[in-house]
Every structure is written in structure tokens, then in C-alpha cells.
């Protein structure tokens, strides 16, 4: 069974900067795209960038400039550079391979505020 595991998520002021990782098993890993998602309180869960399993990346437009997705096909991990943060990034971050797991991790939770 495909596990995902979310990490590094916590609270931040505005304007700083966390970088997310997800540990994957149960999956060969460096034959999938990834995507993060994050779901903010009260609202649904939404995308926020993918990466091919040829590197290429594409963003929403809420975050373009500001995240950076990458992956390590030894760890078996995708990670989310967060920059430039803002109280609307605050939400739960889960990643997820293309075509979609119906098995979700348990995501992490990162907090934007001052």
C-alpha cells in the first residue's frame, strides 16, 4: 500500500520561509509525478504544485515565485521550498503521486501568522 509521509510544517511570521518533505513507500517512486496539495481551514483541499518524474514542475498561481517543488529519486522524497509566506498559505499540506492514491497521508500543518 502507497504511504506518504508529510514533515516540516510549524509556525511561521509572514514573509518566512519552511521547506516541507514527503517520504513516500509502497511505490517506485522515480516512475511518478508528485504534487502537493494543502487544505486551509474551512475550505477544500487545493493544488499547489506538481513535479514530473523528468523534474518538470508547474505551479498554482497563488504560489508561483514563492515555492520551489523538488524530488530525490534515492529518498524517495518530494519537498516544498515555502518563501515569502503569507497568512493565506496557512493550511494542511499533503503530497500525493499522479494518478492519485486514494491513500492520503496524515499532512502537516503549517501556520502563517504574526
Known amino acids: 500500500q502507497v504511504q506518504f509521509v508529510e514533515s516540516g510544517g510549524g509556525l511561521v511570521q509572514p514573509g518566512g520561509s519552511l521547506r516541507l518533505s514527503c517520504v513516500t513507500s509502497?511505490?517506485?517512486?522515480?516512475?511518478?509525478?508528485m504534487d502537493w496539495y494543502r487544505q486551509p481551514p474551512g475550505k477544500q483541499r487545493e493544488f499547489v504544485a506538481t513535479i514530473s518524474d523528468g523534474g518538470a514542475t508547474n505551479y498554482a498561481a497563488s504560489v508561483k515565485g514563492r515555492f520551489t517543488i523538488s524530488r530525490d529519486n534515492v529518498k524517495n522524497t518530494v519537498y516544498l521550498q515555502m518563501n515569502s509566506l503569507k497568512p493565506e498559505d496557512t493550511a494542511v499540506y499533503y503530497c500525493?503521486?499522479?494518478?492519485?492514491?486514494?491513500?492520503w497521508g496524515q499532512g502537516t500543518q503549517v501556520t502563517v501568522s504574526s
Open positions: 509502497g511505490m517506485i517512486f522515480s516512475i511518478y509525478a
Open positions: 500525493n503521486k499522479l494518478p492519485q492514491s486514494p491513500y
